[in-house]
Each structure stands twice: as structure tokens, then as C-alpha cells.
């Protein structure tokens, strides 16, 4: 069964305790975003009912570009199992999402360095139809990188940070 990066069985890693509201199981709120690999990248479905509208029968805009940030971070993160976070993220938006309608959502890493890496994705229609597209930059952090500016962190966050670095095994 395809997991989200919280919601990982081999490792347990902040799985019963992740809020995430791109992908925690248990978030009553959120989107509970399920990711499994796709070709070069990694996707998931996505349904979502009126409780995440803007007008009648549309997605709010700001949702569409939570699901696009968390499928990149998902991808960021399931290809070199090391914790990153958002430092830009530019949407482009095809044509509204509806309420009730199925979609995909797919992300691939476009470049990275030892410090950050690049990812594009985009959610779709079955038939194949743009709703929006993004590319994102994200920052890694590193082992290394927290034991530099982990002092400037919550103690609670650099420990789940360390404990989700290479956990994930889905696809090894």
C-alpha cells in the first residue's frame, strides 16, 4: 500500500503523531495526501469535497498550492530520504479544480545540489487536462545542517527531523 512520508510501517517514524496537513493519516482536517512511485517521480489522487472550496463547486486556489507544494516535498524527500522544507514555490494555474472530480497530482526532482534541490509537478484531470503546474525549491536539511542551526529550532522538531531522515523504504 503507497504511504505518505509520516505514515511509513517499516520505520514508525512520527507516524501516530504527524499532524502534516498535506499528508497525516489522522488530521481530521487535512488532505491525507497517500503518495506511491510513478516513473521518474512520485503522485498521488486526489477528491476533495466543499469543506476546501473558494466559490461554489471550486477549490480555493491556496489549497490547490498546498497539494502541489506537499507532492514536490514528497518527492523531494522520497528520493534522497532527507528532510527539506519549502524556500520557493512558483504556481501556475491551467483552469479551476472542482469539488467532487478526481485528479492526480505528480512531482520529479528537476536538479539539486549538495544544499537544495529542484522539483516540478502538476495536477491533472484523467483525461489529461492542466489544473495548475509548479516548480519549487527546497532546502535540505542535513545532518549536517542541523547540527549547525538546529540550536535556532525547536528541540521537539530537530528530533523528528533526525528520526524521518532516511526512514522511508518504499521503492528501495
Not at 25 to 34: K, Q
Not at 35 to 50: C, P, Q, S
Not at 84 to 99: N, V
Request: with cysteine; hydrophobic share 40%.
Amino acid at each position: 500500500m503507497p504511504e505518505s512520508a509520516f505514515n511509513d510501517s517499516a520505520s514508525g517514524a512520527a507516524a501516530d503523531t504527524a499532524n502534516c496537513f498535506g499528508c497525516a493519516p489522522h488530521n481530521p482536517i487535512g488532505l491525507r495526501l497517500v503518495f506511491e512511485e510513478e516513473g521518474n517521480g512520485f503522485g498521488t489522487r486526489i477528491k476533495l469535497g466543499a469543506d476546501y472550496e473558494s466559490f461554489p463547486g471550486v477549490i480555493h486556489g491556496g489549497i490547490v498550492a498546498a497539494i502541489l507544494d506537499e507532492t514536490l516535498a514528497q518527492a523531494v524527500y522520497r528520493s534522497d530520504r532527507i528532510s527539506a522544507f519549502t524556500t520557493g514555490l512558483r504556481i501556475r494555474y491551467g483552469r479551476p479544480m472542482e469539488t467532487g472530480a478526481e485528479y492526480t497530482a505528480h512531482a520529479e526532482i528537476t536538479k539539486r545540489d549538495a544544499l537544495s534541490v529542484r522539483a516540478s509537478g502538476e495536477i491533472r484531470l484523467p483525461g489529461g487536462d492542466l489544473v495548475a503546474a509548479a516548480d519549487g525549491t527546497f532546502h535540505l536539511l542535513t545532518d549536517e545542517v542541523l547540527g549547525t542551526y538546529g540550536t535556532r529550532l525547536p528541540t521537539e522538531l530537530v528530533d523528528a527531523l533526525r528520526a524521518s531522515n532516511r526512514t522511508v523504504t518504499q521503492g528501495d
